[in-house]
């Protein structure tokens, strides 16, 4: 599921779609191939089991839903590594003995903001598991998984991602799109905009997604070429001169005969009325300080880009993000002045594959280019950097993913989108004051939660 509101307008990005072919000779692969899934190269995920020389753990998979002591309760967990301390600290002075291993973006920040962006690096953790039914269906689509009409759709079953041995850009990029994600989510979460001169804007939402193909019964999940991907309900409770503007709506599967649909209540009108179509580059108010696809780094229609597969390669990432979630944590304790505190940042080393996206000539939108660094044992995408029309760095964000025992997946935390020419920051899905409204993970929802319908009742 992959969703994200403006203050006035709800904007469910459609993103990028490739100049690459739709042929099926470029998707499926043998059974042979499909075989070796879950055996001793590769995880059932596709990812490579082995470590490295260099630190990347080797995959062990020894915690499969939860971990031991854990159980599988609902709320803020420390995690099983709460007690490691980190190895080292990358830092302006020291970086260039890390460069190798450190996206631009990273070393951007470093170099721009030398007092208040490091990067703690911990062991690198290579430890969870997906259920059995996730890696059956990722099987399934190694052997059956398309792209379809131009690119705009796949086909396969859904509650896993459908390439797992993607061949081209367009194939990882739908990979980014359909990971493996909660079922559903509710939470009130927290934003903070961060400007260049040290002021800060709040803002606050009760959000709640569902997603009907990562349902964790057989009989209830669905096909990708089904027509919904998922629902969503967001309403501002702050500003107050924002509290009641609600947005529900759906994202379809395939964009090539359908979009993003959202319907809004505006309490000044007490009625609900359909959205304009919002995507794409366009600016997420008050402050504009990123774009609506740029919600979990990537999201929605791949049709404003050509995408290239540049392959694995080895880089510090945000992992195992726990600490920064916690509700002992203060929004005083976690925001500065140019970005989140680094203390609660954990970082480690692991091979990510790096997807390139290059902006098709006659379409609009204000990146050029963006690159994408997505995690090989989730597909997650944990890191994006992202660039202007002249081909220089602009936007760096990245995402704090935590292992959620009640959804038996990773779920994302803080999410930090910088802004390096306005030396601007934005800080969402913060969960850490809200109380008993922290993320609930896989209870259950109802299509009828999120109908235009039942928004007008809620509006009267």
């Given at each position: 599921?992959h ?10 990005a ?13 998707a499926?692969v ?12 590769y995880t059932c995920m ?8 260099s ?7 020894k915690f499969?839903?939860?971990w031991p ?11 099983p ?6 190895l080292?600290?990358?830092n ?13 973006g990273q070393?951007?920040?470093l170099?721009k903001?030398?007092?208040d962006f490091y ?10 598991a ?21 690119g ?9 991602h ?9 194939e990882?990029?739908w990979n ?6 909660a ?5 009130v ?9 040290g ?5 606050r939402?009760?959000y ?15 096909s ?7 629902y ?12 009641g ?6 994202q379809p ?5 359908d ?21 794409f ?5 008050p402050?504009?300080?990123?774009n609506?696809d740029d919600?979990y ?23 195992h993000?726990f600490k ?35 902006q ?7 990146y ?16 994006a ?14 995402v704090n993913y ?5 959804s038996q ?8 989108y910088?802004?390096l020419t ?18 609930k993970?896989?209870?259950?929802l109802k299509?009828s ?11 009267r």
């Amino acid at each position: 599921m992959h969703v994200q509101t403006a203050l006035r307008h709800l904007a469910i990005a459609t993103m990028a779609v490739s100049a690459l072919g739709t042929s099926s000779a470029f998707a499926k692969v043998s059974a042979e191939k499909a075989a070796e899934l879950g055996g001793e190269k590769y995880t059932c995920m596709g990812a490579i089991r082995a470590g490295s020389e260099s630190g990347v753990a080797e995959y062990t998979g020894k915690f499969q839903g939860t971990w031991p002591g854990a159980g599988n309760k609902g709320g803020y967990l420390p995690g099983p590594y709460a007690d490691e301390e980190a190895l080292f600290t990358i830092n302006a002075s020291n970086m260039a003995e890390y460069a190798d291993k450190l996206t631009p973006g990273q070393k951007a920040l470093l170099q721009k903001y030398p007092d208040d962006f490091y990067m703690k690096v911990y062991p690198s953790r290579r430890d969870f598991a997906f259920q059995d039914w996730v890696c059956d269906v990722v099987k399934q689509n190694a052997t059956s998984a398309e792209l379809v009409d131009g690119g705009l759709g796949i086909t396969g079953t859904t509650g896993g991602h459908a390439f797992p041995f993607p061949k081209n850009g367009l194939e990882a990029i739908w990979n980014v799109i359909n990971p493996h994600r909660a079922w559903t989510e509710q939470a009130v979460y927290d934003i903070r905009n961060v400007y260049s001169d040290g002021q800060v804007a709040n803002g606050r939402v009760r959000y709640m997604t569902l997603n009907p193909g990562n349902h964790p019964a057989a009989d209830q999940r669905s096909s990708y070429t089904d027509k919904i991907n998922a629902y969503f309900y967001q309403e501002y409770l702050e500003p107050p001169r924002d509290a009641g503007f609600t947005a529900v709506g759906y994202q379809p599967n395939n964009f090539s005969d359908d979009a993003t649909n959202s319907w809004q209540y505006q309490p000044g009108l007490r009625r609900v009325r359909q959205a304009p179509e919002v995507g794409f580059d366009y600016p997420v108010p008050p402050a504009g300080m990123r774009n609506v696809d740029d919600d979990y780094l990537f999201n929605g229609s791949p049709e404003r880009f050509s995408w290239r597969l540049v392959g694995r390669k080895e880089f510090y990432v945000p992992y195992h993000n726990f600490k920064i979630n916690d509700p002992a944590l203060s929004y005083d304790d976690l925001i500065g002045k140019r970005t989140i505190n680094p203390d609660y940042v954990r970082y480690e080393l692991h091979r990510v594959w790096v997807i390139e996206g290059t902006q098709k000539e006659g379409v609009r939108h204000n990146y050029g280019k963006r690159v994408v660094y997505a995690d090989e044992d989730t597909w997650l995408a944990l890191w994006a950097d992202n660039y202007d029309k002249r081909g220089e760095l602009w936007r760096v964000n990245f995402v704090n993913y935590f292992f959620s025992p009640q959804s038996q997946t990773f779920h994302r935390g803080a999410t930090i989108y910088h802004d390096l020419t306005a030396q601007t920051y934005e800080a969402g899905y913060l969960v850490n004051e809200s109380g008993d409204n922290w993320w609930k993970l896989n209870e259950p929802l109802k299509p009828s939660n999120f109908s235009p319908e039942g928004l007008a009742r809620r509006g009267r």
